[in-house]
C-alpha cells in the first residue's frame, strides 16, 4: 500500500513500513476493502500526502476518520466531495473562515484540495472506513502510523501550525515541539463542540496567516472558488 505514496513523504516514512505494524495494518486494510465497500477509494487513501508534500508543508489540521457515506472523502480531513448537504463541521469551518477573514465561501463545494496544494496537511488519524460504519479502521494501526507522521512534522521541521479541533486532537499535542511550532486550539466545528462555545470567533484562519506572515512564508489563500460546477448544487 505505501507503494501508493511516492513523493517526499515515501523516504520520509520509510522506516514505519518496516515495523510489524505496518504489515498487520495493509493486511487489514487489504482485506476489508475486497469484502466490503469502503472509503475512499484505494487510491485516495494517502491523498492528503500526495496534495501536500512534506517540502511544502505549512499547516497540520487533524480530523479522526473520513467520512463513511458513498461519495463523500476524498483522503483530505473535512473535505467533501458528495452531491447532497453540506456536513455541518465543514459548514461551520466554512462560517468561520468567512466570519474571520470576511470572505465569500462557496455553497456548494466541499473540496479542500486547494488548501492541501498550498502545504496544509489534511490529517485524518484513521485513513480509511467501511461504509456506513464510522470509526471502524480505528484500532488497525492508522493511529500509530498518523502519529508517527506527527512526530516526524515536529522533529524534522520548524515553523508548522497545528490547528488542534476538539479534545481527540488535541491530544495530539504531545507529538509536537512546542517550542519549534504554533498550536492553535479550539473546540470542535461539529454543531455539539461550536454550540457550546470556543469555535465561533477562534479566527484561526487569521491567526495562522499572521504566524506564517511573522516567519516568512507565504501565507494560505482560505477563500475557495468552484470553477467547475454552477451554483447552488445543494444547500448549506
Known amino acids: 500500500m505505501q507503494n501508493l505514496l511516492q513523493n517526499d513523504w515515501h523516504e520520509l516514512l520509510q522506516e514505519e513500513f518496516t515495523k510489524s505494524y505496518w504489515s498487520n495494518l495493509v493486511e487489514r486494510v487489504e482485506s476489508v476493502y475486497e469484502s466490503n465497500i469502503c472509503y475512499p477509494l484505494k487510491k485516495e487513501v494517502f491523498n492528503a500526502f500526495k496534495c501536500c508534500s512534506f517540502n511544502e508543508l505549512k499547516v497540520v489540521i487533524i480530523g479522526q476518520d473520513p467520512y463513511h457515506g458513498k461519495g463523500q472523502a476524498n483522503g483530505l480531513c473535512f473535505s467533501y466531495v458528495g452531491n447532497q448537504k453540506f456536513p455541518p463541521s465543514l459548514k461551520n ?3 468561520e473562515v468567512s466570519d474571520d477573514l470576511e470572505i465569500e465561501m462557496p ?5 479542500l484540495t486547494a488548501w492541501a496544494k498550498q502545504g496544509v496537511l489534511l490529517l ?3 485513513l480509511t472506513v467501511t461504509e456506513g460504519k464510522p470509526n471502524t479502521h480505528q484500532k488497525f494501526g492508522w493511529n500509530q502510523f498518523t ?3 506527527i512526530q516526524k512534522i515536529s522533529s524534522e521541521k520548524q515553523g508548522v501550525v497545528f490547528l488542534l479541533w476538539g479534545g481527540f486532537a488535541q491530544k495530539k499535542e504531545a507529538l509536537i515541539d512546542i517550542k519549534k511550532h504554533r498550536i492553535l486550539k479550539a473546540t470542535h466545528p461539529s454543531p455539539l463542540g461550536a454550540n457550546k462555545g470556543g469555535w465561533f470567533g477562534c479566527k484561526h484562519f487569521s491567526k495562522t496567516n499572521e504566524y506564517l506572515k511573522s516567519i516568512g512564508k507565504e501565507e494560505i489563500k482560505w477563500k475557495l472558488i468552484n470553477e467547475n460546477q454552477p451554483p447552488t448544487l445543494f444547500t448549506l
Not at 455553497?107 to 473540496?111: C, L, P, R, S
Open 124 to 126: 485524518n488519524a484513521t
Open 107 to 111: 455553497n456548494n463545494f466541499g473540496d
Open 147 to 149: 502519529d508517527a507522521v
Open 93 to 95: 469551518i466554512y462560517k
